[in-house]
């Protein structure tokens, strides 16, 4: 997920602010996520759950990122796309409901985690970040799929 990240900045960094902001908002989400799961460069015990506090973090960073999708990105991205002509715009109305339905996995993640007591984190924490973890990779892949198509020169 981050060398996707990378690419992503290299090849739409710096053609609008807008999609600079979300693009670092997902490399924060990304780099908290691979703390919780203990991915490299970061490790954990098996036996540790990461600190409540760590997951509140993670939880808002992911509200702040699907929001900002959801409310400022994608309405713009969509928009764009329909000025390049039909076919980038009806690419974006396809992508825009399977992004959806990442969102309802992050929300539930949310709501799960968010105000949980540190006990009850234990039991499923692991399957949810990991399930989590899988919708936000296809996420990310449709995200750039659309911001790609915007940067694209094809016009109907």
């Known amino acids: 997920m981050l060398k996707s990240l990378e690419k992503a900045k290299q090849e739409w960094g710096g053609s609008h602010s807008a999609i600079d902001s979300w693009l670092q908002e997902r490399q924060e989400l990304l780099v908290i996520y691979c703390k919780l799961a203990g991915l490299p460069p970061y490790e954990r015990s098996d036996q540790a759950l990461p600190k409540k506090g760590e997951i509140l973090e993670f939880c808002q960073i992911l509200m702040d990122y699907l929001s900002a999708g959801h409310f400022e990105i994608y309405d713009d991205l969509v928009k764009a796309c329909a000025e390049k002509g039909p076919s980038s ?29 540190e006990e009850s984190l234990l039991p499923n ?31 109907d």
């Open 89 to 117: 715009l009806k690419l974006a109305q396809s992508l825009y409901p399977q992004i959806s339905a990442s969102t309802d996995i992050a929300l539930s993640f949310n709501d799960d985690y968010a105000n949980a007591k």
């Open 125 to 155: 924490f692991d399957e949810d970040l990991s399930t989590l973890g899988q919708a936000l990779e296809q996420r990310f892949e449709l995200e750039d799929e659309l911001i790609e198509n915007l940067y694209t020169h094809h016009t």
